[in-house]
């Protein structure tokens, strides 16, 4: 699969994490933000949280696109050993 690129922020690309969707110009796992998000974290406070490296705007978009159903990113399931 060549790279894909969703809105202004969203990119999946085979060569990076695996396929997963990820948040443009980083590595950082669309997922991780949800799930940071559901734990009650703000876009600016995550935002701060990966040192700027993705901004509130990008985290806002992730959230807006997935809570509409645009797109789907299932956090992988954690299991005790």
Do not use: F, H, N, W
């Not at 992730?62 to 509409?68: F, I």
């Amino acid at each position: 699969m060549a790279r894909i690129e969703i809105g202004k922020y969203l990119a999946a690309d085979t060569r990076v994490c695996g396929g997963r969707l990820i948040l443009r110009g980083s590595r950082i796992l669309v997922s991780d933000v949800l799930e940071l998000t559901q734990a009650g974290y703000s876009p600016t406070a995550i935002s701060r949280q990966y040192r700027g490296i993705i901004s509130p705007d990008a985290v806002r978009e992730a959230v807006s696109l997935t809570s509409r159903g645009i797109v789907t990113e299932v956090g992988r399931k954690k299991t005790a050993a």
